[in-house]
Nanobody, 123 residues
Framework: VQLQASGGGLVQAGASLRLSCTSS????????VGWFRQAPGKAREFVAA????????SYADSVKGRFTISRDNAKNTVYLQMNSLKPEDTAVYYC?????????????????WGQGTLVTVSS
């Protein structure tokens, strides 16, 4: 499964961005998908995850209430709507497909990763 993350950019604090993660194969629709991010000099961290049906979602506390993960399996695409962006959200954002149907905050449960898209939030 090849994943392609897109939608990053440079925005000011308080702005919104929507990231997209697309897959090259239909099997993407059977997998849980997660978004992770890595800021310069920091470890990769979990952001959000969604089950293959889209009925189960989870979020890191730092983004809860500001970010929304969703998916359109007909388009093989998972979205991350990011509102009220803060400078501390600056990072490279990666999407990943889980081995199973449920997303997780545990990165070891993901076996397919996209190349990442850079989000920069200026103050």
């Amino acid at each position: 499964v090849q994943l392609q993350a897109s939608g990053g950019g440079l925005v000011q604090a308080g702005a919104s961005l929507r990231l997209s993660c697309t897959s090259s194969r239909r099997t993407f629709s059977n997998n849980g998908v997660g978004w992770f991010r890595q800021a310069p000099g920091k470890a990769r961290e979990f952001v959000a995850a969604i089950s293959w049906k889209g009925d189960l979602t989870s979020y890191a506390d730092s983004v809860k209430g500001r970010f929304t993960i969703s998916r359109d399996n007909a388009k093989n695409t998972v979205y991350l709507q990011m509102n009220s962006l803060k400078p501390e959200d600056t990072a490279v954002y990666y999407c990943a497909a889980a081995r199973g149907s449920i997303g997780s905050s545990d990165s070891s449960l993901y076996n397919y990763w996209g190349q990442g898209t850079l989000v920069t939030v200026s103050s």
